[in-house]
């Protein structure tokens, strides 16, 4: 197990599992290494040695050791995992104005980047998309989150989502799917809820996210990414929650939790199963398998759960009876765990080997 004080869950995942990236309790940016044996784990500072501040960053592809990060002079620069050392630098975006950007994402092609920042001369928060190939700014748009990135790529293709002012005042928001190689939108809603830390999930065939009803009461609506159609998921009325969504790795199940509820709702995109509540509050799934998992009523265990039919399977009792917040699948045989200590102050994540959990049955 590696422990250390983390700020919040914002957590980057390399795709094959052998880093996090996450920020430090002085909001600094830090890549647990967890290469080889559990033993030989460490965290690195990427920003050691060098002349500016590297404040976020994303993995590039599966079969990459690299990652692009953004820097404290406005910079984007593409290192090397190994030691940090600079393969490529951008200096100053064209036509980004002034921005300083907080937030990377990666395309899943490793082409195009999403970078979420704040321009000085507006005085406004911005994303931009640039296309590392041909060393272009495709486009910037003016952005307002409440919560999470306010751009970020769905799973596969080039596909990204955007957070956009919408009309009047509220949690409501402008939600925008851009295709940057076309240039263009695929599609846009001016109904959509970005309240809390997970307001759409997605997989390579669908997207769901939350959607204000006529009566002004939330549903959960379902885009297929093929065709582009909308569906509900489920048009039970919600006054005003705070809802995440989730999505399993397997792409079947949807999970839904709200802070004023009671439980874990779960969806069967494929529509063969009816939704099913089960659990508390919902803290991850494992990432190469489906598995769920929920926190007791008073957070001081791990419960296990098969969202398909909402079995417990066990639960991991491996923190003393500390707070669990969240728990991050990082690859077949890891968890990040993030929990309060005893006194409720500090905040810190464990990074775990999880093939043979402690677990105990029904």
């Keep these: 197990m590696l422990r250390i ?53 994303s993995f590039t592809r599966r079969d990459e050791n690299t990652a692009w990060f953004a820097a404290s002079d406005g910079s984007i620069r593409l290192l090397s995992l190994g030691d940090f050392s600079q393969i490529r630098s951008v200096q100053g975006i064209e036509e980004a104005g002034e921005a300083e950007f ?67 005042s509220g949690g409501v928001r402008t939600m925008r799917l851009y295709d940057p190689e076309a240039e263009a939108t695929r599609a846009s809603w001016s109904r959509w809820v970005a309240n809390d830390t997970a307001p759409w999930a997605a997989t390579d065939g669908w997207i769901a996210y939350s959607y204000v009803g006529d009566n002004r009461d939330f549903q959960i609506r379902r885009l297929d990414r093929e065709t582009m159609e909308t569906s509900v998921v489920d048009a039970s009325p919600r006054s005003g929650h705070f809802i995440d969504l989730f999505a399993a790795p397997s792409g079947r199940w949807l999970a839904e939790w709200d802070f004023e509820e009671n439980g874990i709702r779960r969806y069967d995109m494929t529509g063969e199963r009816e939704p099913l509540t089960f659990g508390h509050e919902f803290q991850g799934f494992a990432q190469s398998t489906d598995l769920l998992f929920s926190s007791n009523e008073n957070r001081r265990s791990m419960l296990m759960y098969d969202p398909a039919d909402g079995e417990r399977l066990g639960a991991v009792e491996a923190f003393g009876g500390r707070s669990v917040q969240r728990v991050r699948g990082i690859s077949a045989d890891r968890l990040a765990v993030r929990w309060y200590d005893d006194g409720g102050a500090t905040m810190e994540t464990s990074f775990v080997s999880a093939s043979r959990p402690a677990t105990q049955g029904n």
């Design 5 to 57: 004080e983390t700020n919040h869950d914002r957590m980057t995942v390399s795709p094959h599992g052998c880093y996090a990236a996450f920020e430090n309790v002085d909001n600094e940016l830090r890549i647990a290494d967890l290469t080889g044996s559990a033993e030989k784990w460490t965290v690195r500072n990427p920003s050691a040695g060098k002349s500016v501040e590297l404040t976020s960053m």
């Design 102 to 168: 907080w937030y990377v994402d990666v395309g899943p092609n490793g082409r195009y980047l999403a970078l979420e920042g704040w321009d000085d001369a507006t005085d406004e928060a911005v994303a931009t998309i640039f296309d590392t190939l041909s060393d272009k700014r495709i486009d910037t748009w003016r952005v307002r989150s409440t919560a999470g990135p306010a751009i970020a790529f769905l799973p596969a293709g080039n596909t990204a989502v955007i957070q956009m002012p919408g009309p009047g």
